[in-house]
């Protein structure tokens, strides 16, 4: 049995009866989709009423069949978020700055602020398809391009196709890698775009 802490990022109606919920796991300068196919989500709407929606805070247990996860408890709980890796937290107080999340583990730069998103290519790569987006961070001296790649299965991917080149926004994230070139490579945590968040989003105090 294993347990994440999350926020709810979509709540998926199919024909075949059951719901797909997806939850967004915030751990050390990083973040996993994870997928749930529930077919009994009544007890849950019933058990939270108003409460179990998008953006709503939890912890989930659950344990692998196979490759995929199967939903065993959810509970919608108030948790934090720490100020130094992004890793959810049970509760706790805000002056804190670091986690058990992130202690022992090598640090990243914080990618963050407005952006102007110059390149938006989809691209077909060895097992699925993804959108390679290339960002200029207005204000930046260097100039440098801010690039992230995410993959079709990943629940962003559908929102961020949508994006015209031109759009300004602002972005976090995590920067992976750097080149010759002064381009940094990053991992995309959330996004914020034409002046409000999406409903998937919340605001970081460091953006």
């Known amino acids: 049995m294993s347990s994440i802490l999350g926020k709810i990022y979509e709540i998926t109606s199919s024909d075949e009866g059951f719901h797909t919920l997806v939850i967004k796991h915030y751990y050390a300068y990083s973040v996993l989709f994870m997928k749930f196919n529930i077919w009994n989500i009544g007890k849950y ?8 929606q998008t953006g709503a ?6 344990y692998m069949s196979g490759q995929y996860p199967n939903l065993t408890s959810l509970e919608i709980k108030s948790l934090s978020q720490c100020f130094e890796c992004d890793a959810f937290t049970p509760e706790r107080d805000n002056q804190q700055m670091g986690c058990e999340s992130c202690e022992g583990v090598l640090g990243k ?7 102007t998103l110059v390149s938006s290519q989809v691209k077909q790569y060895k097992y699925t ?3 390679s987006l290339s ?13 992230t ?3 079709y299965n990943n629940p962003m991917y559908k929102e961020l196709i949508e994006l015209s080149v ?3 926004m602002n972005v976090h994230g995590w920067i992976t890698n750097e080149n010759e070139n002064g ?11 034409s002046q409000s968040w999406s409903k998937h989003t919340e605001f970081y105090s460091t953006i």
């Open 57 to 62: 805070t939890v912890e989930v247990k659950y």
């Open 149 to 151: 790649l995410v993959y």
């Open 45 to 52: 709407m019933e058990k939270f009423g108003d409460d179990f």
């Open 129 to 131: 398809k993804g959108i």
């Open 109 to 115: 730069v914080r990618v963050s602020g407005t952006h």
């Open 135 to 147: 960002f200029t961070k207005e204000s930046e001296e260097d100039h440098g391009l801010n690039i």
């Open 166 to 168: 031109g759009s300004r």
């Open 183 to 193: 381009s940094r490579f990053f991992t995309l945590s959330d996004f914020l775009k």
